[in-house]
């Protein structure tokens, strides 16, 4: 019976530890995939391209995580991301495009 003690609360240290990994794991996802976004959004916002859905893609995100929905607030970080990338190239295309619609 004594040696049955030690054994149970090790037992239970390690399925609370796994249960905290559980947990943690997607929101440091999370973090790490809002950090991408929010550093895409931010050259965008510099290049004075940044469309308004990235931004509300973004604070979409920050809901999501907030009430605990990892999943949807990495897939909204990962969106928000491609729509400030996609904003950045719009302005690098425009950069030299708009010199073909001028009549000569």
């Known amino acids: 019976m004594r040696l049955s003690l030690p054994i149970s609360l090790v037992s239970l240290a390690g399925a609370a530890a796994l249960a905290f990994a559980a947990v943690a794991a997607p929101a440091d996802d999370f973090k790490a995939a809002y950090a991408k976004a929010e550093a895409a959004s931010r050259q965008s916002a510099a290049l004075k391209t940044?469309?308004?859905?990235?931004?509300?893609?973004?604070?979409?995100?920050?809901?999501?995580?907030?009430?605990?929905?990892?999943?949807?607030?990495?897939?909204?970080?990962?969106?928000?991301?491609?729509?400030?990338?996609?904003?950045?190239?719009?302005?690098?295309?425009?950069?030299?495009?708009w010199k073909d619609g001028v009549i000569h």
């Open 50 to 97: 940044q469309w308004t859905t990235t931004v509300a893609t973004l604070k979409a995100a920050q809901a999501a995580a907030a009430a605990g929905k990892f999943d949807e607030a990495i897939a909204l970080a990962k969106k928000a991301e491609a729509l400030a990338a996609a904003s950045i190239a719009q302005a690098r295309d425009e950069q030299s495009a």
